[in-house]
């Protein structure tokens, strides 16, 4: 394991999904159900989500020129840190929406098929995707984004309605947004 790989995948990972929609999800089923069932149905999507994000980028490695991989992971990263920046807010009423549709399911399964289905294609996955690309360390990239995932699910269980009353929502999205900016930029300057 690429103990560099590792961290930095950790901690983009984790920053991005601070105050996201996947930890507001855990807080709302925190509130009907145990904690410990919740998080059960939130690892194993986040588990399922991250082996196909980086057998994809892995697919990608074998396969495309690393400039290309590079441009395309930067341009994601700009992209991604636009789009943040520029949603600080969230919509609640589509995921009480969500939330709405599956009540009639277990804790585990509940958690599981929200979490699969807000996070297939999601920021963080296409991230990881593009990570495992750069990096031919998969499990690096595996442990260190599927590790910031349910830290971030857990603190989102535990202490998210804290966090949100000490600093603003707004503000965890621009330091998200900036920092998927500055490593935007510094990929696509190791391209060039």
Known sequence: MDLSVFISTFGIIFLAELGD????????LATKYPWKRIFIGIAAAFAVLNIGAVVIGQVLFS?????????????????????TLRSAGFSQEEEEAEEN?????????????MILLAELG??????????SAQHDSTL???????????????????????????????TIHKGA??????FGIAILYQAF
């Open 21 to 28: 929609k996947t930890q507001l999800t855990a807080m709302a």
């Open 63 to 83: 396969f495309l020129p690393l400039f290309w991989i590079k441009m395309v992971s930067g341009i994601l990263f700009l992209f991604f840190g636009i789009t």
């Open 101 to 113: 549709q599956l009540k009639t399911k277990g804790p585990v399964a509940t958690s599981f098929i």
């Open 122 to 131: 999601d920021k963080t996955q296409l991230v990881t995707t593009s990570l």
């Open 140 to 170: 690096s990239v595996f442990a260190g984004s599927t590790l910031a995932l349910w830290i971030v699910s857990l603190l989102g269980i535990f202490v998210g309605k804290q966090l949100t009353r000490f600093v603003p929502l707004s």
């Open 177 to 182: 947004g900036c920092l998927f900016l500055i």
